[in-house]
């Protein structure tokens, strides 16, 4: 089986920093792409930022420029800096990891528990 698991959460006045980290461990044959989501009391859950097996990034509209996704292939984590935070980046912080456990078997989705983010004004 395959765990996520997201650290760095906490409490930041807004204009701070955050640093998150998702772990990966288990059986891992393959990490094809690991990213993060997040979801707001009342809201549904969307992509924050994505980084594939083969580098290529994205970033949803309202965190470019401010946040920044990164992963560490041999250590099977995955970080995403968050700078300039607003009030607005409030929410329950979801690491996601499309998963090959072996070299034979199909790519599967894996989800967290999550890590809260809460930005005061």
């Known amino acids: 089986q395959v765990q996520l698991v997201e650290s760095g959460g906490g409490l930041v006045q807004s204009g701070g920093s955050l640093r998150l980290s998702c772990a990966a461990s288990?059986?891992?044959?393959?990490?094809?792409?690991m990213d993060w989501y997040r979801q707001a009391p009342g809201k549904e859950r969307e992509s924050v930022a994505a980084v594939t097996d083969y580098g290529r990034i994205n970033y949803a509209d309202s965190v470019k420029g401010r946040f920044t996704i990164s992963r560490d292939n041999a250590k099977n984590t995955m970080y995403l800096q968050m700078n300039s935070l607003k009030p607005e980046d409030t929410a329950l912080y979801y690491c996601?990891?499309?998963?090959?456990?072996?070299?034979?078997?199909?790519?599967?989705?894996?989800w967290g528990q999550g890590t809260q983010v809460t930005v005061s004004s």
């Open positions: 996601h990891a499309v998963v090959r456990r072996t070299n034979w078997g199909s790519a599967y989705d894996y």
């Open positions: 288990g059986t891992i044959f393959r990490i094809n792409a």
